[in-house]
């Protein structure tokens, strides 16, 4: 299975692919759509749908994965992340892909175990998680690929989340770090 997940904004979309592999993440790609020379919101949306969309053609991905609408104190900026989710989702409902959405505590207690963990926090577990170092662009980087490890996490332990830690130890034993 590939994933592809999205950190979606107007200044700076963050996509990560990766790769699960039996159970375990493989970094594949990823990258940041910057956004700063576009004039306009238009413009910008158009340049989120055309740059995914060619993404998704290159690296063909079964599985989407973003983040939910977060509503801080600017209805504004809100509103424009919106814009972004939407044509990011379009870009996935026309190349049919899997599409999932996740909150942004959701994916930081997946990749961190803390829902409240900082942007920090994320980026050095993505890191560790991928075997990667740790110089991301930009956070919308490692924000992607954490929605990525989120999706891939939740898909590979649906059968044990719900039972013991005893049983997921012995489930996913590559999980623990000695």
Known sequence: MIILGVDPGTLFCGYGIIRLNKTTPLYIKSGVINLTSEKTLPNKLKVIYDELSLIIR?????????????????????????????VSLLAAVHNDLEIREYSPREVKKAVVGNGAASKEQVK???????????????????????????H???FKTPSVRNT???????????????
């Open 124 to 150: 050095y577990m993505v890191a560790s998680t991928l075997n990667l170092d740790s110089d991301f662009k930009k956070f919308d980087e490692s924000d992607a690929l954490s929605i990525a490890l989120c």
């Open 164 to 178: 013991s830690w005893k049983a997921f130890v012995e489930a996913f034993p590559e999980r623990i770090i000695k």
């Open 58 to 86: 290159r690296n063909k991905p079964t599985e989407f994965a973003i983040e939910t609408a977060f509503y801080g104190k600017n209805i504004q900026s809100a509103m424009k992340i919106g814009y972004a989710r939407g």
């Open 152 to 154: 891939a996490f939740r």
